[in-house]
């Protein structure tokens, strides 16, 4: 499994702006971004882990989608040179609050999900996690 840390959480009044980082350590020879999906999750006290963004780019394929509660607002992207994935939060509202936790997963053990225009993260898919960054949106 891979390490992955992530960064840029904080306390944001609402209508704010943040960006997140997820970067990948411990890297297997050969590595690339490119082999992986990931994902963008956030879970708060006594609610589910719910998804929020997935990307995965390989040759000419892309796919990328977000939870309907972010559309419009967050915007996921990657840096492949710098093996790292972003979330950037723009007009944060006090609903986005919560721990966000990358994870990834080889695409070769998920199929199609570079293709798969209904594909829908679930956590149990996800075999490499980052410890979470808090994200706190109050006035």
């Known amino acids: 499994h891979l390490l992955l840390v992530e960064s840029g959480g904080g306390l944001v009044q609402p209508g704010g702006s943040l960006r997140l980082s997820c970067a990948v350590g411990?890297?297997?020879?050969?590595?690339?971004?490119?082999?992986?999906?990931v994902a963008w999750f956030r879970e708060a006290p006594g609610k589910e882990r719910d998804w929020v963004s997935f990307l995965v780019s390989s040759g000419s394929s892309t796919n990328i989608n977000y939870v309907e509660s972010v559309k419009g607002r967050f915007t996921i992207s990657r840096d492949n040179a710098k093996n790292t994935v972003f979330l950037q939060i723009d007009s944060a509202k006090p609903e986005d609050t919560a721990l966000y936790r990358c994870?990834?997963?080889?695409?070769?053990?998920?199929?199609?999900?570079?293709?798969?225009?209904?594909?829908?993260?679930?956590?149990?898919?996800?075999?490499?996690w980052g410890q979470g960054t808090q994200v706190t949106v109050s006035s």
């Open positions: 411990a890297l297997p020879f050969g590595f690339t971004l490119d082999y992986y999906i």
């Open positions: 994870a990834a997963e080889r695409v070769n053990f998920l199929g199609d999900v570079v293709t798969r225009p209904d594909y829908i993260p679930r956590p149990a898919e996800y075999g490499s």
